[in-house]
């Protein structure tokens, strides 16, 4: 028996207010879906399905590198038809885990926790208990025991009271699930087939249903509007500070740092204030970075400097460098060890060897400079001439 997973992904958000399918809007520079697919993987299931409908081609061809059993719910009648249209695509003996592409915070921990409460139940739900429950379904619960699911705008007041909320998030069995979601109707506020409908088809057939409360508020968080988005953006940060930290970065104020990728660290590695890391970077042991810099897909080696407002796109820079402030690297470009690049200099494209120095106001880009070369103030090296682009080199 093997695990399958379900993201459903088919709402529109409308209170996003945007163009955008809610599930591709970024956190830590990746779409929500993304990191709930990221989630789901080291659960290593044998599929993962995702039910897709508002904006289903964007998000396909935002995902196109991943594996996907990609649904489409050509209308959205509910979170239990959209299971639906997965499930023709599931084996009834598998087991299967539904996420959803808006709770991008979620923990492969919790979720194997989950899991395992599988072999003991026929249905095990995640739920939270918040202080402020509003907007959720609530669990009820009797003697203890879970009875049933009751959506905020089913709920009479007694229920309304009640803490316990459903993260939508459970595992069940496949053929279990095709049988309850086959009983399901619409009879209900928002006239949607509820996947929540299940738990007390489930209690009604003597099946075994068990909850799981999550310790962690902030790990099922939905993101709604831009308002939880900055929210969960924020967390997912402080989460990234906590661990750089625990590595032995030096962060001057983990409140002020971006990471957007992955951060490759050394040994006493020191970050000033308001630094911004994209894509995939390296820095070696005793890199320091100064305030304000922005760093791309690149790769700062052991002991080089970089004072205050450094840019570095696709860049190699070598060992004990010192950089800016101002300065700005472009793509293709390797520094080796010892170079100095002062303010408002820009290189692009350009190989610049052991001891040279560009300190000060110039634009060097299409050329190789040798060893010790020291370039003066406002110098350009120019590589077009109105036709063709050529190379600059200097001894
Ligand atoms: C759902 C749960 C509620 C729970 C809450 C947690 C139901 C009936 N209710 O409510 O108990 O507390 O999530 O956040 O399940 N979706 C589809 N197709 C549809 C409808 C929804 O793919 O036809 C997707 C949405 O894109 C979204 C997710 O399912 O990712 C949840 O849908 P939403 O309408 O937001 O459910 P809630 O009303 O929040
Ligand atoms: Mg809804």
Redesign the pocket.
Known sequence: MGLEVI???????TRMHSELP??LHKVAGQPMLSHVINCAKKLSPDAIHV????GAELVKSELSEEKINWCL?K????????VQQALLNIDDQQNVLIL????PLLTADTLKALIDELANNQLVLLTAKLNDPT????IVRKNKKVQC?V???DADKKTLKVNE????ILTSNASKLKHWLSKTNNKNA?K??????CIELAVNDKDKVEAIVCESEEE?L?V?NKQHLAYVERVFQSQIANQLMLNGVTLIDPTRIDVRGNLKTGKDVEIDINSVFIGNNILGDGVSVGPNSVIINSQINAGTKLHANCHIENANIGDNCELGPFARIRPETILAENVKVGNFVEIKKSDVKTGSKINHLSYIWDSDLGKNVNIGAGTITCNYDGANKHRTIIG
């Open positions: 993201i459903l992904a088919a709402g529109k958000g809610k599930v039910v897709i409908g508002h719910q209308e959205q009648l509910g979170t239990g038809h959209a959803y592409g808006d709770v907007g959720y379904g609530r699911i959506e905020q705008k909320i459903n993260s939508g928002q949607e087939f509820y996947l929540t409908d099922i939905g709604n």
